[in-house]
């Protein structure tokens, strides 16, 4: 397994990402995983409890752990509010990543602050081979998301996966890359 070496902490001018915790689930709930419009493009279910977020959290927990994924919250640095998470899938050097935030701090730029800088940090591992991820093509703000991350558009492709939110439905994807 290759692992990825990435610090439990990262600063921007805004934000502060941090290792998830355990201490982390009734925030991931309330912020952004019991949110239809948030999870709607997710792969995991809404979230109904904040059960189903310790859940997840003891998944990640150990993944990192593993190096099979690495998922920090979102923070901000002004008064520490958790907003999202952004994380990795490391399949052993190919790196699908992911990101989540409350709609209450949609269209800030906070997203793409974020994902440009555990996109940097991924970037710089030795190992890593390819990044990349995909969204459901009716996404189109995760698309200008990716975008301004410096991602490419590398494929359309025709009902490609199954949104548990979307009534589970195939839905045509875009399947985008981080040009090295």
Known sequence: MIRLNLPEKIETD???LLRLRYEDAEEIFYSYASKPEVTKYLA?????SV???RNF?????GAWDSGTEYAFGIRLKSDNKFIGSVGFINENGKVQFGY???PNYWNQGLTTEACKAVLELVKKQHDVYRIWTFIDADN???GKVLAKCGLVEEARLSK???FVNQDNQPKDCILYVLNR
């Open 44 to 48: 995991f279910y809404t979230h109904q």
């Open 51 to 53: 059960q189903d977020a």
């Open 14 to 16: 805004r934000l502060v």
């Open 57 to 61: 959290l003891h998944y990640v927990t």
């Open 100 to 102: 989540g935030i409350s």
């Open 140 to 142: 189109v703000a995760s």
């Open 160 to 162: 490609w996966f199954r």
